[in-house]
């Protein structure tokens, strides 16, 4: 019997590839080309499963185009690239890595939002320009981390993570919003306790925010919210770009209307709005909260596994669609 075809659909760990290639003929990218949506489908003509990253969108269009395909699993935990309903409509498993970007996703946005509060990027670049001439009692003073209300915009699995570093390491108070309230003694483990959405804006020192990008969170942060946050407050974002509205947020820190952001995902990215790259107050990073080398193998691995086991008559591990294709197909 023929072996089945999968796209690699960008460059990634040759261990993984080599993985995949024991159990299928693999089309795969080591020169890490973006594909535009027309060589996405031609690249994807024959294959019955993808291997996909946060750049290639797979959508009703070229699922109708490649009818063959039966899996798309994603090197990423969020999958705001994939159209769900279509692929279910489509009959397609998709899959995601949860799970084992948790901790390091966790550290890095602890790690940004302590970096605004204390003015890390800010002061470096002072330094680096050869501004600094004398220590002076006010120089770049920032807000403390411990002590301070830590606020969290999602409480998913990163969330609670964050939740409990904060807590248990440095005696924050966290307040969460989330459309769905953890039980009572899930918040009691992550020391956190549910609040309304506007409570969280007005009571926040440092605001994170960890929920899925979708059209409901779409500017989830905007100009209206920003104006509820205290002048004192950060803001910090490793969840999705369009969460934030960008332009705003730009503004508002220009401003002081907020005190410092903190941003590792951006509308419309690898492009970044030019009116944050000439705000001082805000730290910039290109999306690399879950860029650790054993995080990002882990990744790798996980989706390779949902990719073979979902190709080869075992159960993917990490499924977002199972329980709707089955039930379309009872
Ligand atoms: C990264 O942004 C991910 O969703 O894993």
Redesign the pocket.
């Known amino acids: 019997m023929a072996r089945q075809q999968v796209l690699v659909a960008r460059a990634v760990f040759p261990e993984v590839v080599e993985r995949l290639r024991a159990h299928f003929d693999v089309d795969d990218n080591p020169q890490d080309s973006i594909f535009t949506k027309a060589e996405l489908i031609g690249r994807l003509q024959g294959k019955a499963g993808a291997f996909t990253t ?1 750049s290639e969108r797979i959508d009703a269009e070229v699922l109708a185009a490649c009818p063959q395909l039966r899996v798309v699993a ?6 705001n690239n994939f159209d769900i309903p279509a692929c279910n409509a489509a009959g397609v498993l998709a899959t ?2 949860p799970d084992v ?1 948790t901790e390091t ?1 966790a550290d890095f946005g602890f790690a940004l939002m302590m970096a605004a509060a204390r003015r890390m990027a800010e002061s470096e670049h002072f330094l680096r320009r050869g501004e600094w001439n004398r220590w002076s009692f006010d120089m770049f003073t920032g807000s403390d981390i411990h002590g301070a209300t830590l606020a969290i915009l999602g409480m998913g699995r990163i969330g609670q993570a964050i939740a409990r570093r904060g807590a248990l390491g440095f005696g924050m108070k966290v307040i969460y919003h989330n459309r769905s309230r953890l039980a009572a003694e899930q918040e009691a483990a992550v020391g956190a306790r549910w609040v309304d959405k506007a409570t969280l804006l007005a009571e926040a020192d440092h605001l994170v925010l960890v929920l899925p990008y979708s059209a409901a969170s779409h500017h989830a942060i905007g100009a209206a919210e920003l104006a509820l946050m205290k002048p004192g407050a950060t803001l910090t974002n490793v969840a ?1 770009g369009g969460i934030v509205d960008d332009a705003a947020l730009a503004r508002a820190l220009r401003e002081r209307r907020i005190a410092a952001a903190a941003l590792d ?1 951006f509308e419309g990215e690898p492009q970044v709005h030019p009116d944050l790259l000439t705000v001082p107050n805000v730290v910039l990073t290109p ?1 690399i ?2 860029a650790t080398v054993a995080t990002r193998r882990a ?1 790798a691995d996980l989706a390779a596994d949902n990719l073979i086991a979902a190709l080869t008559g075992g159960v993917a591990p990490t499924p977002i669609n199972a329980a709707e294709l089955a039930t379309r197909r009872a």
């Open positions: 946060g994603n090197m990423a935990v969020g999958y995601n890595t970007l996703t999705r995902v999306h909260a879950s990744m």
